[in-house]
T-cell receptor, first 109, second 114 residues
C-alpha cells in the first residue's frame, strides 16, 4: 500500500466551479501535511500547509482529518490559472516526506 | 517566500561523463535539503536526504556511489551523477526544508544523457 494516495484525475471543471480533492495517508504518526501545485515541467510550489484546525487562504481551504487519515483541498470559484497538478505531501519523523502522485485539474472556459 | 536555485537548469552530456548539479537556498539557511527525481508523468521520487556537515541518507534502491551528495554549507548542496547513462536522464529537483517543515523547491535540472 502506498504511503500517500491521491485520485490522479483529471478533474475537468468549468470556470467558477468548486472542486475538492482528497488525499489519504497510511502512517498514523504523520506530523505535517502540505498541498503543492505543480505545473507541467516545472517544480512544485507550496500552496498551503494543512493544520489540524483547518486553514483557508483566499479561494483555497485545506482540512485535516486525523481519525480517517486524510487531508482535503477545496478550491472555490475556479480560475483557468488553477489548472495544474496538485500534490499532497505528508511528513513524519521530521525528515521523512511522502508525496502523492498528484491530482490533475483542468479548468475550462 | 523562500527561494531555492538550481544550476544548471538543463544539461546534455555523453554517456560515461559525470554531471554536477548545485542546489542553493538563497535567502535562508537549510540544514536539510532533499534530492528528487521525476520521470515524465510520474510522481516525485525521493533519492536522498542531504544534511549539512554529515553524510547523506539514501533511499532504498539509490546507489550512493552513483549519486554523490555533498552538503558542505547551510546554503549549498550538490548532487553529482557519476558515469551517467541514458537511463539516468530525468528531471532532478532539490528542495530545502524551511522553519515549519515545509519544503521549498528549486526549479529543477533536466538531464539528458546521450
Amino acid at each position: 500500500r502506498k504511503e500517500v494516495e491521491q485520485d490522479p484525475g483529471p478533474f475537468n471543471v468549468p470556470e467558477g466551479a468548486t472542486v475538492a480533492f482528497n488525499c489519504t495517508y497510511s502512517n498514523s504518526a504523520s506530523q505535517s501535511f502540505f498541498w503543492y501545485r505543480q505545473d507541467c515541467r516545472k517544480e512544485p510550489k507550496l500552496l498551503m500547509s494543512v493544520y489540524s484546525s483547518g486553514n483557508e487562504d483566499g479561494r483555497f481551504t485545506a482540512q485535516l482529518n486525523r481519525a480517517s487519515q486524510y487531508i482535503s483541498l477545496l478550491i472555490r470559484d475556479s480560475k483557468l490559472s488553477d489548472s495544474a497538478t496538485y500534490l499532497c505531501v505528508v511528513g513524519y519523523n521530521f525528515n521523512k516526506f511522502y508525496f502523492g502522485s498528484g491530482t490533475k485539474l483542468n479548468v475550462k472556459p | 517566500g523562500a527561494v531555492v536555485s538550481q544550476h544548471p537548469s538543463w544539461v546534455i552530456c555523453k554517456s560515461g561523463t559525470s554531471v554536477k548539479i548545485e542546489c542553493r537556498s538563497l535567502d535562508f539557511q537549510a540544514t536539510t535539503m532533499f534530492w528528487y527525481r521525476q520521470f515524465p508523468k510520474q510522481s516525485l521520487m525521493l533519492m536522498a536526504t542531504s544534511n549539512e556537515g554529515s553524510k547523506a541518507t539514501y533511499e532504498q534502491g539509490v546507489e550512493k556511489d552513483k549519486f554523490l551528495i555533498n552538503h558542505a554549507s547551510l546554503t549549498l548542496s550538490t548532487l553529482t551523477v557519476t558515469s551517467a547513462h541514458p537511463e539516468d536522464s530525468s528531471f532532478y529537483i532539490c528542495s530545502a526544508r524551511g522553519g515549519h517543515n515545509e519544503q521549498f523547491f528549486g526549479p529543477g535540472t533536466r538531464l539528458t544523457v546521450l
